[in-house]
């Protein structure tokens, strides 16, 4: 887990996409230590693609991403988060033919195995199932899986893309709870636009690759205009 002083994520500048075809341009935000950052849009507006850019998963055409000053673009992904930064992709990293403690371990990078106690702390919910294939759980474990995987890697900055899509709400809670008493930076993706802005406290909005508004949370939710134009939605004040 990182002191308030790490995790401190500067992008400028940022343009990418897969091969030639460009999907996000002239991406530029900071996230300060421990800082929220919500990031929504419609869809196939490139929230995935910011996600998987930052780790090293696409193709970059220009820009910078500094992780506590150390530029991150000439680095591989494994080396990025050998740096400080966990991804919980949205196809939820559960390896199906391990079991659920066979699965963490793959994500202690070298910590000793005592270390898996942290998930069980997090999500007893694993503690039970750790002798269950990662095959069989339900969509929330397999999701309390990855985040909590994605932790034993002790990161500075968590990305999270749609880590709610297809959990009952009762689990959106759980989950949101226990992300919520995390120190770490993190961006979230999610369409669920209410609990995206209750857990961040700024937001990104993004339309066709570039970034079309940046604010608190609380304030974006007082916007209907906004809120309709860009993600079709308008919330309750
Ligand atoms: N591997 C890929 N190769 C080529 N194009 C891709 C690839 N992945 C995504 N795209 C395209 O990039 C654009 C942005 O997709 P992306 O998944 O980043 O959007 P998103 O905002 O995360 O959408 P959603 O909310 O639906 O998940 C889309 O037009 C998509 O078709």
């Known amino acids: 887990m990182s002191s308030r002083t790490e995790g401190h994520l500067e992008i400028a500048g940022l343009t990418a996409g897969y091969g030639e075809t460009r999907i996000v341009e002239g991406l530029a935000f900071t996230v300060p230590p421990g800082g929220r950052l919500a990031l929504l849009g419609r869809n196939g507006v490139g929230k995935t693609t910011t996600l998987a850019t930052l780790v090293g998963q696409t193709t970059r055409h220009a820009g910078s991403i500094r992780l506590d000053g150390v530029e991150l673009t000439g680095l591989g992904a494994a080396a990025r988060a050998a740096a400080g930064l966990g991804y919980v992709p949205q196809t939820r990293d559960v390896f199906r033919s391990l ?31 750790r002798r269950n294939g990662g095959g069989n759980l339900s969509g929330g474990e397999q999701q309390m899986l990855s985040v909590a995987r994605a932790l034993l890697g002790r990161p500075t900055v968590l990305l999270l893309d749609e880590p709610l899509e297809g959990l009952a709400p009762v689990i959106c809670d759980q989950l949101m709870q226990a992300l919520s008493r995390l120190a770490v930076t993190m961006i979230l993706v999610e369409q669920q636009v209410d609990r ?20 608190a949370s609380a304030d974006l939710r007082g916007d209907h205009a906004l809120m309709e134009r860009h993600l079709g939605v308008a919330l309750a004040a």
């Open 99 to 129: 079991t659920v403690e066979e699965n963490l371990v793959t994500g202690l990078k070298g910590r000793p195995r005592t270390a898996l106690e942290e998930a069980y702390e997090l999500f007893p919910r694993l503690k039970e199932r």
């Open 196 to 215: 995206a802005l209750d857990f961040a406290d700024r937001v990104l909005l993004l339309d066709r690759g570039q970034v079309v508004h940046e604010g």
